[in-house]
């Protein structure tokens, strides 16, 4: 079975800290995506990365960074959290780039639902 | 960009009773996704469909590329198909529409 797990399912952070968000996938997909979901908004693309080191910018990658060391782990990064940040974040991953060789489908984790206070 | 447009956002039956979401695209697509988010906020993925129809159980889509549109079809429709569904369009990014809110009610 397919499987995207994210580290935490719900997480609270305060004002001013450093938030990591784990993802790993174990389908040996080359292709990992973070998304964060907003009410009235979809889901909006934040940051991809088709291999190992490398990250391309969504649409709304202000605030964020991500870190791909491991083929398997994916990793979104806020450097000072907001409260503007306070959203769900949805981990994906793909077997074929969805952005240069054509689409394939793309697999969910569960979603980490993050409060910044 | 690519504009993915929902509707209706909002959707309230009976349980028992069909129903029919629909998605418009304002460009050529190379992948069409209709997916489920849960009440518990996970996305499944229902239907990978960039053109034609499928059917999995009571649920069914169709999308006509030329025209840019796909319509999800739930049938018989139970409490546990509430939740949002979103459409997803692959163009030279993936952009997501905002979702539509079924709610079934006992």
């Known amino acids: 079975d397919v499987k995207v797990t994210q580290s935490s399912r719900y997480l609270v952070k305060r004002t001013g800290e450093k938030v990591f968000l784990e993802c790993v996938q174990d389908?040996?997909?080359?292709?990992m995506f973070w998304y964060r979901q907003d009410p009235g908004l979809g889901l909006r693309l934040i940051y991809f990365?088709?291999?190992?080191?490398?990250?391309e910018k969504g649409d709304i990658p202000e605030g964020y960074s991500v870190s791909r060391e491991k083929k398997e782990r994916f990793s979104l990064i806020l450097e000072s959290a907001s409260t503007n940040q306070t959203s769900m974040y949805l981990c994906?991953?793909?077997?074929?780039?969805?952005?240069?060789?054509?689409?394939?489908?793309?697999?969910f984790g569960p979603g980490t639902r993050l409060t910044v206070l | 960009g690519i504009q993915v447009e929902q509707s209706p956002p909002d959707l309230i039956l009976q349980e028992g009773a069909n129903s029919t979401l629909r998605c418009n695209f304002s460009?050529?697509?190379?992948?069409l996704q209709w997916f489920h988010q849960n009440p518990w906020g996970q996305l499944i993925n229902l239907f990978y469909?960039?053109?034609g129809t499928k059917q999995n159980g009571r649920l069914s889509a169709t999308t006509v590329a030329t025209e840019r549109y796909s319509l999800l079809y739930i049938s018989s429709s139970q409490t546990t198909d509430s939740g949002v569904y979103f459409c997803?369009?692959?163009?030279?990014?993936?952009?997501f529409g905002a979702g539509t809110r079924l709610t079934v009610k006992p």
């Open positions: 469909i960039p053109s």
């Open positions: 460009d050529s697509v190379n992948n």
């Open positions: 990365s088709y291999d190992v080191k490398m990250k």
């Open positions: 389908m040996d997909h080359e292709n």
């Open positions: 994906a991953s793909s077997r074929t780039s969805g952005i240069l060789d054509g689409a394939d489908t793309q697999y």
């Open positions: 997803a369009v692959e163009h030279n990014d993936m952009r």
